[in-house]
C-alpha cells in the first residue's frame, strides 16, 4: 500500500519553463510535507518542506502548493534550469510519530 | 565529519553471504536513520536509532535484518544470508533530533550499493 503517490514518473521541461510535480496521499494524520532532490549517485538532500496550516510556501524557484481538502501538495520549480534535471522525491510523516514515506520519484530533465 | 559517511559505497556478495554496512553521522546528531532505495523507487524506511537506542525498527523486512549503535554514533547494518532480492542502494541519515517533529532536517549519505550475485 503507498502512502504517497507521486506523478508523473518522468518529465521534461524546456529551459526557463516551469515544471510541476504533483503528490496525493490518503493518511489524514500527516503533518510535514517535505521535497527532496537527488541526483545520481547521491543521497537525498531536502529542497523545501510546508506544514497543512499554509496553502503555499516559495523559496526562491521552488514554491509547494498545498491543497488540504484534496489531499494533495505539489512542487513548482520556475524558470527551471538545466541544473535542475535530477529526480525529486516527495514525503509525509505524522510530526513526533511515523517515519517519513517518500514517494516513488519523479526524473526530471530540463533540456535547452 | 562534515557530512554523513557511508562505507563501503559498492559491495558484491554472493547469495547466502552475510554483509555489513556503516554509516558514519554528522558529528553531534542523535537520530540515525537507515532507508532501502530500490531502483526507480522512492526510500524505504528500515529503521531508526535516538542515541544508542532502535527507537523504531518497524520497517525491517525480516530478521535476515539487523541494525547496531553501540555508541550512539556510528552505525552498521547488517544483512545475513543475503538475496538477490535484497539488492538495493541502502541510505543513512542523520538530524539533530527525531525528524518526525518536523523540525529537523534528515540529511543523507550517498548511500551503499548493495547487489546480491
Known amino acids: 500500500q503507498q502512502q504517497v503517490k507521486q506523478s508523473p514518473q518522468s518529465l521534461i521541461v524546456q529551459k526557463g519553463g516551469i515544471s510541476i510535480i504533483n503528490c496525493a496521499y490518503e493518511?489524514?494524520?500527516?503533518?510535514?510535507f517535505p521535497w527532496y532532490q537527488q541526483f545520481p549517485g547521491k543521497g537525498p538532500a531536502l529542497l523545501i518542506a510546508?506544514?497543512?496550516?499554509?496553502s503555499e510556501k516559495k523559496e526562491g524557484r521552488f514554491t509547494i502548493s498545498f491543497n488540504k481538502s484534496a489531499k494533495q501538495f505539489s512542487l513548482h520549480i520556475m524558470d527551471s534550469q538545466p541544473g535542475d534535471s535530477a529526480t525529486y522525491f516527495c514525503?509525509?510523516?505524522?510530526?513526533?510519530?511515523?517515519?517519513?514515506?517518500f514517494g516513488k520519484g519523479t526524473r526530471l530533465s530540463v533540456i535547452a | 565529519g562534515a557530512g554523513v559517511s557511508q562505507t563501503p559505497s559498492n559491495k558484491v556478495t554472493e547469495k547466502g553471504k552475510y554483509v555489513e554496512l556503516r554509516c558514519d553521522p554528522i558529528?553531534?546528531?542523535?537520530?540515525l536513520y537507515w532507508y532501502r532505495q530500490s531502483l526507480g523507487q522512492g526510500p524505504e524506511f528500515l529503521i531508526y536509532?535516538?542515541?544508542?537506542?532502535?527507537?523504531?525498527d518497524s520497517g525491517l523486512p525480516n530478521d535476515r535484518f539487523f541494525a547496531v549503535r553501540p555508541e550512539g554514533s556510528v552505525s552498521t547494518l547488517k544483512i545475513q544470508r543475503t538475496e538477490r532480492g535484497d539488492s538495493a542502494v541502502y541510505l543513512c541519515?542523520?538530524?539533530?533530533?527525531?525528524?518526525?517533529?518536523?523540525?529537523?532536517?534528515?540529511?543523507f549519505g550517498a548511500g551503499s550499493r548493495l547487489t546480491v550475485l
Open positions: 514525503a509525509a510523516s505524522v510530526s513526533g510519530n511515523t517515519p517519513l514515506v
Open positions: 493518511n489524514t494524520a500527516f503533518d510535514y
Open positions: 510546508i506544514r497543512p496550516d499554509v
Open positions: 558529528s553531534g546528531h542523535t537520530a
Open positions: 541519515a542523520s538530524s539533530l533530533g527525531t525528524v518526525w517533529a518536523g523540525a529537523n532536517v534528515l540529511t
Open positions: 536509532f535516538q542515541g544508542t537506542g532502535a527507537a523504531d
